[in-house]
């Protein structure tokens, strides 16, 4: 729970929603993903809601393989617009709501992620936030030059020295360090400049970078920070945490692992934010929550339900949809698809049931606004969310829905704002501002 | 000459303008180069004029040395946006104009650019274009883990293969691929996916791209093509070439050699256009253009002058700033040098009056809108040139006067349009459209 007893509620809005067959659903504009106005419309109903910020998770690749034979066609994920890109565009048509795209810290520069967020958060006048990844596809791997992806240690080790690299670019420049005197011809104090002269084992950058100190001090950074590695990182440099618990014992834990992680760094709880992702589907009453679910699962093409399924637990292409799950197949092929083999076999599931299970992701709620804000508030009244990190299941529509029916129960409840504190994203999280070498 | 009779006019606006004193300006605001607001001021005007793009070049590093000793703290290149940011801001809020940025592609992955290019078109419905660059210099270089930067032809090299491996991903998927039919689930038509498998020297990229096929089947490709490599990539591969021609004559031998370079990639003269730079002083008399030019030679700093000059010459900080430019100093450091030293001695040139001429880079033009349309005309006319890239000097100020004075005058005389012909920036520009496969 954050400090002045209000959540913080940012908008997920990659493709047409987390729902595998938002594409199908007869509200949605199939064509979206690549369509400016389609989102930049989301975007304004999220700031006229008042919500944080608005996030792209991202990829730098399209599936490569067509397992089972056929699903690949019927997959939506694509074609999309760039998320720097996009958020510098609807950056130019908001004033306050926080700009969050992902980038990744293997397949890029330090310094032309410094450059992207820090323009990003001049052009937005301090709403820029980076989502710090790391790439594990082999579709993304083989788009960049390489055979492999980069294993796990090298990954996260490679992503930490990148986050240094880009803060100490961020901090080129006091704040004050342009004069601009047009008498003397002094454009910038000397003194206030820091040159980085960087020099580690996965980047050597000098600097410094050629922008000045944004308006936010830096960008706010945000990661996922679920495995050890990206815990560290997380608690050493990231604002905001996205964070993928299913249940609230999980939630507590991982809660009250990653604040206290945060003294060696020299941090306090209140400076880092835990964001668990949430799906919702609400409803006036109970029935009509669970029906817009059910509509959205009948949606889902069988071929397209087999292929979520083969990254974790291999081919069933060739078993009864209807049929349990078979005990074999091509077998597990990750930790994943170990639980998942283990929930259908406690749970009696057939194979349409175990993919349907699947079709969106994250944690989900369904029910009236009452019924979800009471769940809502329990996790962020007893140590599991700062707030949540909304994955409507289709878009516009979810968000529609959670404006219209969960926001106005949740500000009855006197847990989320009215009006804006702030003119930057740092402002209305409630983090402290930066002074120039925080 | 275009076949349509009309020349193309684009609005080069980095920085505060081209002049290096720029911000010094009494009616230049001095903080500019990282005010949103600024840019988006002027590519309005130069929306309304109906110009046919803006362009923004790039530099990813700043000055490494302080050479002459506090020349870098009057250096006003220090801090500015990022041009695929800004322009995907500034295409949000205009309609018509063309937006080119530069990349480099001695820095980047070529999936990137071809990504973040592909979706500027598609947020600005067709106006993207991008300005292929190679990186030469030591402080771009040392921000990106190198000692060294490419030598110049393995450098080309790359770039070549780079602009060949992007142009692959923006065809990855022909005009109708995304069949998106809710009834069926097909997504897209598989037989429209192609994928490139690109395996060569420097790249190694599968794809496909994960955007669709743009609204100009392909952003526009513009490159400065100068040297022998750039000009055989720019005859493969460009659409427009910002030339640096300073008197007709090399103009024209510069046109007729690019122009008779196509047709051994199977292409025609109209396929391409070759923009000179020009920087305009325009006054309702001779003299007030005159004076114009004169106030901003007078706010060149010494310093700045020398630091100028010392990339070409050597540091010059010993001798008297107005007597002879010393034969031998510490030398010259590259052609342009020695070119600027034989002017030099030819003209009797002082090393005030030699750092002057420097001052802002490209052809200028001093006069009347008569005067400078008259210059135009002929180049246009006579073979040299099929449109001009505007340098202003300072910004808003040389782009108000060229559009308050010189556009008028080229109007009269039929020069150029008075409404744009297209949505796209290809259309404008008078390129046929692209068919898949083109």
């Not at 997959?75 to 700009?99: F, Q």
């Not at 508030?377 to 007893?382: A, H, N, Q, S």
């Amino acid at each position: 729970m954050d400090k002045d007893g209000m959540m913080r509620i940012g908008l997920s809005m990659r493709y047409l929603g987390y729902h595998m067959a938002a594409w199908r659903h007869p509200e949605v504009p199939a064509d979206g993903a690549i369509d400016f106005q389609y989102f930049l419309d989301s975007a304004r109903k999220a700031e006229a809601a008042k919500l944080d910020m608005i996030f792209f998770a991202d990829g730098i690749g399209v599936r490569a393989s067509d397992t089972p034979k056929g699903s690949l066609a019927r997959d939506s994920k694509n074609a999309e617009l760039e998320p720097l890109t996009l958020l510098a565009a609807i950056g130019a048509c908001t004033s306050r709501i926080g700009l969050v795209a992902t980038a990744s810290t293997t397949y890029n520069e330090p310094f032309h992620i410094a450059r992207k967020y820090a323009s990003l958060d001049h052009i937005s006048g301090g709403r820029a936030g980076w989502n710090v990844v790391t790439s594990w596809s082999q579709q993304e791997a083989w788009n960049f030059s390489r055979d492999e992806h980069l294993g796990y240690e090298e990954r996260y080790e490679r992503a930490d020295e990148f986050v240094d690299v880009v803060k100490k670019l961020w901090d080129s420049w006091e704040d004050d360090a342009f004069i601009r005197n047009k008498e003397t011809g002094i454009f910038y104090e000397e003194s206030r400049l820091h040159v980085p002269h960087h020099k580690g084992k996965h980047f050597s950058v000098r600097g410094p970078l050629n922008s000045a100190r944004t308006p936010q001090g830096r960008p706010v950074i945000v990661q996922a920070g679920a495995a050890e590695a990206g815990r560290e990182i997380a608690a050493k440099s990231a604002d905001v945490v996205y964070s993928a618990s299913f249940d609230i014992l999980s939630a507590q834990k991982y809660y009250a692992d990653l604040k206290g992680r945060l003294e060696k760094y020299g941090r306090t709880a209140d400076q880092l934010l835990i964001m668990p992702g949430l799906t919702t589907y609400v409803g006036r009453t109970r029935q009509e929550a669970q029906d817009k679910f059910d509509q959205l699962q009948e949606l889902i093409d069988p071929l397209s339900g087999l292929a979520v399924l083969y990254s974790t637990l291999g081919d069933l292409s060739g078993y009864d949809l209807d049929g349990p799950v078979p005990e074999v197949a091509t077998g597990p092929v990750s930790s994943i698809g170990e639980g998942l083999l283990d929930m259908a076999r406690r749970d009696h599931l057939t194979i349409r049931q175990l993919y349907k299970l699947r079709a969106s992701g994250g944690r989900q709620l369904i029910g009236t606004a009452a019924d979800i804000v009471d769940d809502m508030e329990t996790w962020f009244k007893e140590g599991a969310a700062d707030g949540f990190n909304l994955c409507p299941a289709i878009l516009p529509g979810g968000l529609d829905d959670f404006v219209a029916l969960i926001l106005p129960e949740l500000r009855k409840r006197g847990l989320f704002r009215t009006e804006y504190a702030s003119s930057t994203l740092r402002g209305n999280l409630g983090l402290q501002p930066l002074r120039f070498g925080d």
